[in-house]
C-alpha cells in the first residue's frame, strides 16, 4: 500500500464523529443512535473497500447521504401501506385480505389493554378463543369450533391431535404442496401423523380409501386443491361419499378447504369453489380454513365442526403455540360479524372486489385518464383471486394503461411515492388494475402517478 493511500484512509472521518456531525442529527432523532451508528460503520467500512480499489476519499456530506440511502432503504422494507393496483385480489406478498372498516376499528381498539382473557361480567379469567370460537360455530353452522394463528397450523393442531402415531389417509392427488416448505407430507411427519396415501396423481376412488382402512387408521383427510386444477381424465370422491364411508368405520372425515368460502355462491366468480356451509351439510366431521383468504379477514385458522373433536385440540399442548393474539381476535370478530348479518357482506373489501362491476370499473378508469392527461389511456384487464385460490379463475377488469419509454423505472418510481404504488408491467406499458383499488383513492392514486411521473 503506497504512502498515498494511507493518507487517503486516514482521512476518512470517524464512525464517531460522523454520528455527532450536525448533517445526521436529524437522522439520529428520527432512528435513534444504535442504527445511526451501524448504518456509519458499514458506511466507512464501503468508503475504506473503494479507496483500495482507487477510488477518491469521499466527503462527510457524502457519507451522510449514504448512511441516510441505507436508514430509508431499512424503512422501506417495514410494513407499510400501499395501493394496490395490480388486480390481484388475495396477493400473498400485499398480506393477503384487506381488513374491513370495522375489523380496522376492534384492532385499534385491541392496540392498549383489552379484555382477550377476562370476563368482563364476572371479574375473573376469561377464555382467548371461546367467544371467538362461538361465534365461528355460529356462522358455520357446526356445534363448535376454536381458532389458530393461521389455516397451515390449524390443520397441524387437528393432525397432532387426533392422529399422533396414527394413520391418515389422503389421495395422492391431494398432497398439496402450498409454497415455501409447507408440504403436506412433511406436516404431517412434524405433526406425528403416518401419511397412507391412496389412489394416483390424477384418480381416486372410494374404494381407494375402503381398502387402506384398519386398525390404526385415525382419520380420513380431504385436502381442497386450492392453488392448482387437474384437467383431462382425472376421477375424484366426493365429500359426502367419503363421510359415508368414515361413518361406516367410525373414523372421523377432516376436510381442509384452505380457501375459506363460507356459503354457496350461487353467481359470480365462486359458483365453483367449495364451500364450508356445503362440507358441513355433506357431514363433514371437522373443517379447517383460513381466515385471510375468502373469509376477508386476518390471518387465522379456523377449525369447525363436532365438539369432540374440537375439544382435544383446544386442550392440546401446541394449541398456545399457535393461538391468535389480541388484534388477530379483534379482526376476526369483526370479520366474522359482517358474514352473520349478511350472506354477501360488500362491506368487506375481498367481497367488494370479488363482485366489482366490470362497467363501473371502467367508468373509473376513463376518469382517471382525464385527469392524467396524455400518455394514459383506459383498458380491459383480467384480474385473478390470487392467495393460492381459484387457481385458472379469471375476473374481467378494468384500468389505466401508462404508455413510458421505460416500464420499469416507471413501476420503480411508483413503488418510492408514499403511499407506494404497485403495479403491473405489461406488453411494454405500466397498467394500474382498478378492481383491487377501492374507489375512494382514485383521487389518491392520480396524484401519485402525476408525481412518479414528474
Given at each position: 500500500?503506497?504512502?498515498?493511500?494511507?493518507?487517503?484512509?486516514?482521512?476518512?472521518?470517524?464512525?464517531?464523529?460522523?454520528?455527532?456531525?450536525?448533517?445526521?442529527?436529524?437522522?439520529?432523532?428520527?432512528?435513534?443512535?444504535?442504527?445511526?451508528?451501524?448504518?456509519?460503520?458499514?458506511?466507512?467500512?464501503?468508503?475504506?473497500?473503494?479507496?483500495?480499489?482507487?477510488?477518491?476519499?469521499?466527503?462527510?456530506?457524502?457519507?451522510?447521504?449514504?448512511?441516510?440511502?441505507?436508514?430509508?432503504?431499512?424503512?422501506?422494507?417495514?410494513?407499510?401501506?400501499?395501493?394496490?393496483?395490480?388486480?390481484?385480489?388475495?396477493?400473498?406478498?400485499?398480506?393477503?385480505?384487506?381488513?374491513?372498516?370495522?375489523?380496522?376499528?376492534?384492532?385499534?381498539?385491541?392496540?392498549?389493554?383489552?379484555?382477550?382473557?377476562?370476563?368482563?361480567?364476572?371479574?375473573?379469567?376469561?377464555?382467548?378463543?371461546?367467544?371467538?370460537?362461538?361465534?365461528?360455530?355460529?356462522?358455520?353452522?357446526?356445534?363448535?369450533?376454536?381458532?389458530?394463528?393461521?389455516?397451515?397450523?390449524?390443520?397441524?393442531?387437528?393432525?397432532?391431535?387426533?392422529?399422533?402415531?396414527?394413520?391418515?389417509?389422503?389421495?395422492?392427488?391431494e398432497l398439496v404442496e402450498i409454497g415455501g416448505s409447507y408440504r403436506l407430507p412433511d406436516v404431517m411427519a412434524a405433526a406425528g401423523a403416518r401419511l397412507v396415501e391412496v389412489g394416483t396423481t390424477n384418480r381416486t376412488r372410494l374404494d381407494d380409501y375402503r381398502r387402506a382402512i384398519g386398525e390404526e387408521t385415525a382419520l380420513l383427510l380431504k385436502v381442497h386443491r386450492s392453488n392448482f386444477r387437474m384437467v383431462g381424465f382425472t376421477e375424484d370422491t366426493s365429500i359426502a361419499d367419503l363421510v359415508a364411508l368414515g361413518r361406516e368405520h367410525a373414523v372421523p372425515v377432516v376436510h381442509d378447504l384452505g380457501t375459506g368460502l363460507l356459503k354457496r355462491a350461487d353467481d359470480g366468480p365462486l359458483t365453483d369453489e367449495p364451500s364450508v356451509e356445503a362440507s358441513v351439510a355433506s357431514g363433514s366431521d371437522l373443517v379447517v380454513f383460513s381466515g385471510d383468504k375468502l373469509l376477508g379477514g386476518p390471518q387465522a385458522g379456523i377449525i369447525a365442526g363436532r365438539a369432540d373433536l374440537i375439544e382435544p385440540c383446544r386442550r392440546h399442548p401446541l394449541a398456545r403455540a399457535v393461538r391468535i393474539d389480541k388484534l388477530q381476535r379483534a379482526a376476526l370478530e369483526a370479520t366474522l360479524a359482517a358474514h352473520a348479518r349478511s350472506a354477501r357482506p360488500l362491506e368487506l373489501p375481498t367481497e367488494a372486489m370479488l363482485h366489482a362491476d366490470p362497467a363501473r370499473l371502467e367508468e373509473r378508469a376513463r376518469w382517471m385518464v382525464d385527469e392524467l392527461g396524455d400518455g394514459a389511456r383506459p383498458v380491459p384487464t383480467v384480474a385473478v383471486v390470487g392467495g393460492g385460490s381459484m387457481p385458472g379463475t379469471e375476473l374481467p377488469s378494468h384500468g389505466v394503461a401508462l404508455a413510458t419509454d421505460d416500464a420499469g423505472g416507471l413501476a420503480r418510481a411508483l413503488r418510492d411515492v408514499d403511499p407506494p404504488v404497485i403495479a403491473r408491467v405489461q406488453d411494454g406499458e405500466v397498467v394500474l388494475d382498478l378492481r383491487t383499488v377501492p374507489p375512494s383513492q382514485d383521487g389518491d392514486l392520480v396524484d401519485l402517478v402525476l408525481l412518479a411521473r414528474g
Open positions: 500500500m503506497t504512502v498515498d493511500r494511507h493518507a487517503q484512509l486516514a482521512a476518512l472521518p470517524q464512525v464517531d464523529a460522523l454520528v455527532r456531525g450536525e448533517g445526521l442529527r436529524p437522522l439520529v432523532a428520527r432512528h435513534g443512535l444504535p442504527p445511526v451508528v451501524a448504518a456509519a460503520r458499514a458506511a466507512v467500512a464501503e468508503a475504506r473497500a473503494a479507496i483500495l480499489e482507487g477510488d477518491a476519499v469521499p466527503t462527510a456530506a457524502q457519507l451522510d447521504e449514504a448512511i441516510r440511502e441505507t436508514l430509508e432503504g431499512r424503512d422501506r422494507r417495514r410494513v407499510a401501506r400501499v395501493i394496490n393496483a395490480t388486480g390481484v385480489i388475495l396477493h400473498t406478498n400485499l398480506g393477503r385480505a384487506p381488513l374491513s372498516a370495522d375489523a380496522r376499528a376492534a384492532v385499534a381498539d385491541a392496540a392498549g389493554y383489552a379484555a382477550v382473557e377476562y370476563d368482563l361480567e364476572t371479574g375473573s379469567r376469561g377464555s382467548r378463543t371461546g367467544p371467538v370460537g362461538d361465534l365461528a360455530a355460529e356462522i358455520c353452522g357446526t356445534p363448535d369450533a376454536t381458532v389458530v394463528n393461521n389455516g397451515a397450523a390449524a390443520l397441524v393442531l387437528v393432525l397432532a391431535a387426533l392422529a399422533s402415531d396414527r394413520e391418515v389417509i389422503v389421495s395422492r392427488g
